[in-house]
T-cell receptor, first 113, second 114 residues
Framework: GENVEQHPSTLSVQEGDSAVIKCTYSDSASNYFPWYKQELGKGPQLIIDIRSNVGEKKDQRIAVTLNKTAKHFSLHITETQPEDSAVYFC????????????FGQGTILTVHP | DSGVTQTPKHLITATGQRVTLRCSPR?????VYWYQQSLDQGLQFLIH???????AKGNILERFSAQQFPDLHSELNLSSLELGDSALYFC?????????????FGSGTQLSVL
């Protein structure tokens, strides 16, 4: 089955800096890659996603890039703010996985004011 | 607010007991997914129902079962509870159920088995 590796496990940045979180996946059939943000006491919140027919997608300060050949995808947050502090999860699924998402282990992002 | 409702928010029970977790999907969503989140295992897929029928199973123990009712709400039943079952249980929903689509998560049920 699919395996998703996520790095780093913790990331500490100063407000205004950029943050990058990287994931690799194993199943070449995976074609959908969402990113979730989880705040303390809450469920994972979908923040951005990308499909395999697209190499990059941007939404304001958040961008995701996908390299299908290398089976890598990354989350980029620019101009970080303290409210960006949370746990971020990458995930992968395929058209044949019936919606099952395989998650990475998560990255604890801390943005210092 | 994702539109996915889970109850109860917290559940404290003893080993050997049985509990039921409830989930109402977003309006219009036909699929419900259950995930377990623990510190050592991360977010693990348990089971997926689409329009009342089981669609896929993940790492779900035989002591656990689920169903989706005609009104599309779902229940996750956990029986013969063990200390190791203590975790956050999330429900998610999506419009369809064929894969590669957006999942929206509820706020979870924190289960503590004492």
């Amino acid at each position: 089955g699919e395996n998703v590796e996520q790095h780093p496990s913790t990331l500490s940045v100063q407000e205004g800096d950029s943050a990058v979180i990287k994931c690799t996946y194993s199943d070449s059939a995976s074609n959908y890659f969402p990113w979730y943000k989880q705040e303390l006491g809450k469920g994972p919140q979908l923040i951005i996603d990308i499909r395999s027919n697209v190499g990059e997608k941007k939404d304001q300060r958040i961008a995701v890039t996908l390299n299908k050949t290398a089976k890598h995808f990354s989350l980029h947050i620019t101009e970080t703010q303290p409210e960006d502090s949370a746990v971020y999860f990458c995930a992968a699924s395929s058209s044949t996985s019936y919606g099952k998402l395989t998650f990475g282990q998560g990255t604890i992002l801390t943005v210092h004011p | 607010d994702s539109g996915v409702t889970q109850t109860p928010k917290h559940l404290i029970t003893a080993t050997g007991q049985r509990v039921t977790l409830r989930c109402s999907p977003r309006s219009g969503d036909l699929s419900v997914y259950w995930y377990q989140q623990s510190l050592d295992q991360g977010l693990q897929f348990l089971i997926h129902y689409y329009n009342g029928e089981e669609r896929a199973k993940g790492n779900i123990l035989e002591r656990f079962s689920a169903q989706q009712f005609p009104d599309l709400h779902s229940e996750l039943n956990l029986s013969s509870l063990e200390l190791g079952d203590s975790a956050l249980y999330f429900c998610a929903s999506s419009v369809g159920g064929w894969g590669s689509e957006k999942l929206f998560f509820g706020s979870g049920t924190q289960l503590s088995v004492l």
